[in-house]
């Protein structure tokens, strides 16, 4: 079956041991501007300039969540952080800084742990500079699983919440429809092999397509430019729009119509595609939309429609039949 | 083999499915005085009155940190939550809020989130009253894991880190001193069956004594009045007083002497024996110990000894060659 690389015998977690491994792991991090005492103590210490911080956790599971055979350790890092950061983003606030608690299988080779350190540190430098990992757990399991906490500041201002959007505003995305949703499709459709195995060589043959899927880069900055510029309701685009924007309208007491020519070349994978983390936002009805921000709809009364028709949205779980033994 | 009672085949995590069961467990996990922002939103917003917060992440895992046939639901709960609350006290600081992300079996009762979440919510209130759960995360995986981030609030004081100590220095402890390690091998001698399985019912008719393992309580206020009476340093016992107390000896650049008659009744217990979750801290000669510490040695030039001689430390893995399969 294909898997990752065997790695030298005496280079697993359990033949290098927890201290050297992450003696090996912690150089690799990101520091924290915001980091008062990093890792090393039983806690770290970090700024909350405006006395109040954002925070979020989120867990990635092999087998529910990513399969080792697609995705690089690399990969796995980096979108640990950035679907973290994307719900700092989505609450208007700057990420400032990660916890990140890593459990993996002790037959595992160290370069998966250095991997997923540059990951998250390259996810870090490229979507929200400054962030750094201030703190960490490293544990044995039978299940590899990455669980992030993020943090952010406010920098004075309010929170962005799902509550705020009002009948009328300009509903607005910045980022991907759909295309983590088309890479995961390609990924299922392509990069198996005849026995229906996920095939690490037929992904990596691929890898110009998948990065949206298996290393997203939500526009995390544009949280903060769309609280400056008004924004009344934001979240993150996790599960898909047609279910996420449910959330929204739900929880402002409003409907939201979508335009389909405003949903790029392939409408219904655009509204029914999860993972991509981009942030949806509602402004006011003559606000100047920030960049990268770009209308796709507005608020009505109630539901949720496309050109004015009710749209049904289904559940986003791709993985649920496969087991994390295949892959 | 001995497991957790059947769940109705109807009431699994699985056939509730995630937004039904997040809707049982969230009102009955406590709410954070912190709290500007609780859980339902992308993200959680949490008061840091003096400008700064502490972090600290830890994960508990089914196999290398505890058995299902052993620990109830409530102690899974109480133990991630406390193990957590006493890292954030060995700051100094108060514990403020939690983050919490689990990953389940598919076929896990929905009962056994709801007895994580009684836990939690009662391990909040005997050992840091005000603390609350402020946001988590709901997964599937093959292996059940509790992932909690504690924070935590310094009220202006500096953090008392493990770096501090001093020749000289009084070295105190608050809180138990190996009783977590004696419960774990009273279960390990009296509570597997005769195939060498863990066994509920076994682990049930000892429960009177098992407390200080399957749910310690340490003592977390008492790590802000060490910071209040002037601590120089200070850390969580998670791995036994021997090597947790080899770490601030290290980081201060000093040795610790214990006093075996100041050990209670085992001191080779007291010192190799792990998950007490007691605070250690030092304290300057002249200081006046706050309730509860007490004197077990004094800061020396170098190395850890019992009564002048030096002491060797373990390892603290007990359930190294324990699969989770087991119970």
Sequence with gaps: MPSLPQPPINDTLEAVGEGAVLGRIFPRLPAAASELVGPGDDAAVVTAPDGRYVVTTDMMV???????????????GWKAA????????????????LVVA???PADSPVSLLEGIADGLRDAC???????????????????????VTALGDLEGREPVLR????????????????????????????????????????????RSRTGPQ???????SAG????????????DLSDGLAIDSGR???ASGVGIDFDSMLLGDDPATAMAGGEDHSLLATFPPDAALPAPFRRIGVCVASGIAVDGEAYDPVGWDPYRDWSGSAG
Tied chains: 1, 2.
């Design 62 to 76: 092999h087998g529910p969540d990513f399969r080792l055979a697609w995705s690089t350790p690399h990969d796995l």
């Design 82 to 97: 950035a679907s973290n950061l994307s719900d700092i983003a989505a609450m208007g606030a700057s990420p400032t800084a």
């Design 102 to 104: 890593i459990a993996a």
């Design 125 to 147: 430098a490229a979507l929200a500079p400054g962030c750094g990992v201030v703190g960490g757990d490293l544990s044995v399991s039978g299940t590899l699983t990455i669980a």
């Design 163 to 206: 509550s705020g959007a009002r009948i009328g505003d300009v509903v607005a995305v910045a980022g991907a429809l759909g295309e983590a949703a088309a890479a995961l499709r390609l990924l299922f459709r392509d990069a198996v092999d005849a026995a229906g195995h996920p095939d690490p060589r037929l992904a990596e043959s691929l």
């Design 214 to 220: 298996l290393a997203p880069a939500p526009p995390i």
């Design 224 to 235: 903060r430019a769309a609280a400056l510029a008004g924004a009344t309701a934001m979240l």
């Design 248 to 250: 929204l309208a739900r």
